[in-house]
């Protein structure tokens, strides 16, 4: 599958431990995003990447969060003194900037980690 | 506001068409309009994009307003497997990413 795919899938962790979910994008791509979901809202932008530069971040990434992406390819996001309500799925999507396979810009997104703060 | 405005809910029966709306009153030139749709238990995937002119591909059809203050996602023949919640954006490249609540999609056998 060259789809994008995020690890781990489910993550479950006490309030006030840090987490790191990793996110592998279509190798192509240029492009990685984090999204955060609750339930029942859509998706909320967090942050992105173009290559291994981060271009913009969202005022909800806190100072407890953090993304990298050292080599243009994978990314991680790590949240330090996890809360509860940081309990969400965590979205990875990734694009590219020029045009392929007809659709410019179009996100692929990854089946998402699932956090539970405890 | 920068966000696009959907009903929240929506019901159509199988094999019949769907008409879901969005309203992106504050759209600029440079702004495509794009959508994607969201599965149970699965991230979102894009369904159609389009910046002027109406736009058919295998899964939709989008109708822009001649304002661009609107658009329609076009489902010809709603099947089971199209229940899903819709979202609509505006986007300019990589900004303005922002998705709203979205439209839930009910398909009655």
């Known amino acids: 599958d060259t789809g994008v795919s995020q690890d781990p899938r489910h993550k479950i962790t006490k309030r006030g431990q840090n987490v790191t979910f990793r996110c592998d994008p279509i190798?192509?791509?240029?492009?990685l995003y984090w999204y955060r979901q609750t339930l029942g809202q859509g998706p909320e932008f967090l942050t992105y990447f173009q290559n291994e530069a981060q271009l913009e971040k969202s005022r909800l990434l806190s100072d407890r969060f953090s993304a990298e992406r050292p080599k243009g390819s994978f990314s991680t996001l790590e949240i330090q003194r996890t809360e509860q309500g940081d309990s969400a799925m965590y979205l990875c999507a990734s694009s590219s900037k020029t045009r392929l396979a007809g659709v410019r810009n179009e996100q692929f997104f990854g089946p998402g980690t699932r956090l539970t703060v405890l | 506001d920068a966000k696009t405005t959907q009903p929240n809910s929506m019901e159509s029966n199988e094999e019949e068409p769907v008409h879901l709306p969005c309203n992106h009153s504050t759209i600029s030139g440079t702004d495509y309009i794009h959508w994607y749709r969201q599965l149970p238990s699965q991230g979102p995937e894009y369904v159609i994009h389009g910046l002027t002119s109406n736009v058919n591909n295998r899964m939709a059809s989008l109708a822009i307003a001649e304002d661009r203050k609107s658009s329609t996602l076009i489902l010809h023949r709603a099947t089971l497997r199209d229940a899903a919640v819709y979202y609509c954006r505006k986007q300019t490249g990589a900004n303005n990413l922002f998705f709203g609540t979205g439209t839930r999609l009910t398909v009655i056998p």
């Open positions: 190798s192509e791509h240029n492009r």
